[in-house]
């Protein structure tokens, strides 16, 4: 006899299994996302590109959004693979491509529970489909400062 007002044992065990489709769909397509972005890296006038240093002394090329803040240059880590970020923070002299032209840089943490992080980011908001498609990653800054 089915109860009035409340669902099903049959109803839940529906409606679980399609929330946890919806779930599995939604991390595949983050996962293609940003897969797509790390292989094609694309480029645009509003992007560079940052040649970073691994421990092993090996140099790597990403392709990154620049921002402009206060007259000074900024890249963020808006994505979940981001060994970039890691070799900038652990070598922090790079080169910074732009229209054919690079220059070496020395890349600045900005910490995250700072004034600037947040001046940074309030200046630059990434739109919600964009959070949305890569799985609202936290955002952390590099200031780029000319060497």
């Known amino acids: ?3 009035s007002g409340i669902i099903s044992n049959k109803g839940k065990k529906i409606f679980k299994r399609i929330l946890i489709g919806v ?5 595949l397509l983050v996962g293609a996302f940003e897969t797509w972005l790390g292989i094609s890296q694309p480029e645009n006038n509003q ?3 940052i040649t970073t240093t691994n421990d092993a002394g090996e140099k ?8 402009y803040y206060e007259g000074a240059l900024y890249v963020a880590a808006n994505h979940w693979p981001r060994a970039w970020w890691r070799h900038t923070l652990n070598n922090p002299r790079v080169e910074v491509t732009n229209q054919d032209i690079t220059s070496p840089y020395t890349a600045v943490e900005v910490y ?3 004034d600037e992080h947040a001046a940074v980011d309030n ?3 990434l739109p919600l489909f964009f959070k949305i498609l890569t799985g609202f990653p936290p955002r952390y800054f590099i200031r780029l400062d000319p060497r």
Do not use: Q
Not at 23 to 27: D, I, K, Q, S
């Open 1 to 3: 006899m089915a109860e």
């Open 23 to 27: 779930f599995f769909t939604y991390v």
């Open 47 to 49: 992007t560079i590109t």
């Open 60 to 67: 790597h090329d990403r392709v990154v959004s620049r921002i």
């Open 112 to 114: 995250p529970a700072g």
């Open 123 to 125: 200046s630059n908001p």
